[in-house]
């Protein structure tokens, strides 16, 4: 099946610095998503964004299909932005999500 | 509108006991999804409806768990008998249509605890 990786695996900023988010997907897929995950465990859409590029204030988004990766960019980086990003993929003609291992944000005060 | 709702939001039972968690998606979605969230890890999705039918439950350990969704709108998912490692966190989710073109919705998620 499809492979998700996520990188990196843990990242500690300083509050007000940037942030690059990185995907890897195996294959061709029709569906990419990115979460926040909270302290309190909610999973909260960020972008739905099988390809191109979208942005919603501080965050952005970038995913080129053909190259089989996306990225999430966080920029003037604040302490309620801490918990863990999660991408969420599924394959082109498939059904099932396949969520990677995410990344772990902290961001000092 | 509302979002999707889960019950209960903490469950302790100890093994070989039984469980349920309930869901009621979002009004007018589709599809729901059950996933199990393992401490540490990302979401492993473990059974996907559409509307009354499963699409997927290739992941669901269907020894001992089960799940329905009646009239195609709320869903109960089962552990019977639970072991030590079913410990983590149970979430429902819902989106439009399925399929791999649409969002999709989470709940808070039930915490179950197996001792």
């Known amino acids: 099946g499809i492979q998700v990786e996520q990188s990196p695996p843990d990242l500690i900023l300083q509050e007000g610095a940037n942030s690059t988010l990185r995907c890897n997907f195996s294959d061709s897929v029709n569906n990419l998503q990115w979460f926040h995950q909270n302290p309190w465990g909610q999973l909260i859409n960020l972008f739905y964004?099988?390809?191109g590029t979208k942005q919603n204030g501080r965050l952005s988004a970038t995913t080129v299909a053909t190259e089989r990766y996306s990225l999430l960019y966080i920029s003037s980086s604040q302490t309620t932005d801490s918990g863990v990003y999660f991408c969420?993929?599924?394959?082109?003609?498939?059904?099932?999500?396949?969520f990677g291992a995410g990344t772990r944000l902290f961001v000092k005060a | 509108e509302a979002g999707v709702a889960q019950s209960p939001r903490y469950k302790i039972i100890e093994k070989r006991q039984s469980v349920a968690f309930w869901c009621n998606p979002i009004s007018g979605h589709a599809t729901l999804y059950w996933y199990q969230q393992i401490l540490g890890q990302g979401p492993k999705l473990l059974i996907q409806f559409q509307n009354n039918g499963v699409v997927d439950d290739s992941q669901l350990p269907k020894d001992r768990f089960s799940a329905e969704r009646l009239k195609g709108v709320d869903s109960t998912l089962k552990i019977q008998p639970a072991k030590l490692e079913d410990s983590a966190v149970y979430l429902c989710?819902?989106?439009?249509?399925?399929?791999?073109?649409?969002?999709?919705?989470f709940g808070p998620g039930t915490r179950l605890t197996v001792l």
């Open positions: 969420a993929v599924i394959n082109t003609g498939g059904f099932k999500t396949i």
């Open positions: 964004i099988p390809s």
């Open positions: 989710a819902s989106s439009l249509t399925g399929g791999g073109g649409d969002t999709q919705y």
